[in-house]
Nanobody, 128 residues
Framework: QVQLVESGGGLVQTGGSLRLSCVASGRAFTNSAMGWFRQAPGKEREFVAAVSWSGGSTYYADSVKGRFTISRNNAKNTVYLQMNNLKPEDTAVYYC?????????????????????WGQGTQVTVSS
């Protein structure tokens, strides 16, 4: 049974930092991309960041580019999201996604197609 468990969320002031972790168990995802999404109250779930199977390629939503960094450690079956310079609009439940697919098209550029595995989410609250 595949499980994704996120941790590292919490309450932080504007400009602060948090590091989220997502540990996968039940199978290894060393051959597929992984990503992070978030959902704020009253809003749809949105893409945040993705990392290729090797960790060599990353992709970010424009709203977090330059502030967030995604990485992975395949030996630990873990993906991370380092979040710096947090803003109140970053407040949301953050979800890890596994077994996704990253690609590129000349029409739409880089994309991340989420896989079928999701974590339970971790709350991030940024106070102003």
């Amino acid at each position: 049974q595949v499980q994704l468990v996120e941790s590292g969320g919490g309450l932080v002031q504007t400009g602060g930092s948090l590091r989220l972790s997502c540990v996968a168990s039940g199978r290894a995802f060393t051959n597929s991309a992984m990503g992070w999404f978030r959902q704020a109250p009253g809003k749809e779930r949105e893409f945040v960041a993705a990392v290729s199977w090797s960790g060599g390629s990353t992709y970010y939503a424009d709203s977090v580019k330059g502030r967030f960094t995604i990485s992975r450690n395949n030996a630990k079956n873990t993906v991370y999201l380092q979040m710096n310079n947090l803003k109140p609009e970053d407040t949301a439940v953050y979800y890890c996604n596994a077994d996704g697919r990253m690609g590129f098209t000349t029409y739409s550029g880089t994309y991340y197609a989420p896989g079928p595995y999701w974590g339970q989410g971790t709350q991030v609250t940024v106070s102003s």
